[in-house]
């Protein structure tokens, strides 16, 4: 199975300030269409989990324009140009790229 | 306005069986592969199962193989997830979320439902 594994685990930011979190797959998550299938999601405590970005660096729709996904391979990073209050939750990235499909533990960023 | 609503969940016994559905409006689900995720009391989240579109393909994880089938019925626009011998390790919040990249494309996890909590407990 892909494992994915994410750092760091818990984010402590100031607000205004940037955030990057990591996401290093197990194996390289290029599918032979030549896309790679990583994904990013955000939680908020008691709701559902929302995507951030698709396909390693395309942003969803409504998703603010301080987020941005990049890598190849099997590094990924997830960064936040200014953070916002509205950030705080839980980051996870995910691979569709091999099955099993598998998630990242999630990082939990808070405001410092 | 398009969304996701799943039901089924309850408390049930180890060894127990529950059926989960998810009725999809907004959509056109034959479209669409589907999934379900779940999410231990305040742990993280774990693919369990997508089904393709037409409901041809089908896959689990193996934590659940065998115990659990996904099945669609596209005329009602729901998804199912039939849970047999359930397990105390079963116990988790269960979201049914739509790939709208295609009906043989399982990566999407574009939309979300709310949730429904399964509790197997004795």
Redesign the interface.
């Known amino acids: 199975d892909v494992v994915l594994t994410q750092s760091p685990l818990s984010l402590p930011v100031t607000l205004g300030q940037p955030a990057s979190i990591s996401c290093r797959s197990s194996q390289s998550l290029l599918f032979s269409d030549g896309n790679t299938?990583l994904?990013w999601?955000y939680?908020r405590p008691g709701q559902?989990?929302?995507?951030l970005i698709?396909k390693v660096s395309n942003r969803?729709s409504g998703v603010p324009a301080r987020f941005s996904g990049s890598g190849s391979g099997t590094d990924f990073t997830l960064k936040i140009t200014r953070v916002e209050a509205e950030d705080v939750g839980?980051y996870?990235c995910?691979?569709?790229?091999k099955?099993?499909?598998?998630?990242?533990?999630?990082t939990k960023l808070e405001i410092k | 306005e398009a969304q996701l609503v799943e039901s089924g969940g309850g408390l049930v016994q180890p060894g127990g069986s529950l059926r989960l559905s998810c009725v999809a409006s907004g959509f056109t689900l034959r479209t669409y592969a589907m999934?379900w995720?779940r999410q231990a009391p305040g742990k993280?989240?774990?693919?369990v199962s997508?089904i393709s579109g037409s409901g041809s393909n089908t896959?689990?994880?193996?934590s659940v193989k065998g115990r659990f089938t996904i099945s669609r019925d596209n005329s009602k626009s729901t998804l199912y997830l039939q849970m047999n011998s359930l397990r105390a390790e079963d116990t988790a919040i269960y979201?049914c979320?739509l790939s709208s990249c295609g009906s043989d494309c399982?990566?999407?996890?574009?939309f979300?439902?709310?949730?429904t909590l399964v509790a197997v407990s004795s």
């Open positions: 299938y994904n999601f939680q559902s989990p929302r995507r698709y969803d839980v996870y995910m691979q569709g790229t099955w099993p499909l598998t998630f990242g533990q999630g | 999934n995720v993280g989240l774990e693919w997508s896959y689990y994880a193996d979201f979320a399982y990566s999407g996890f574009d979300w439902g709310q949730g």
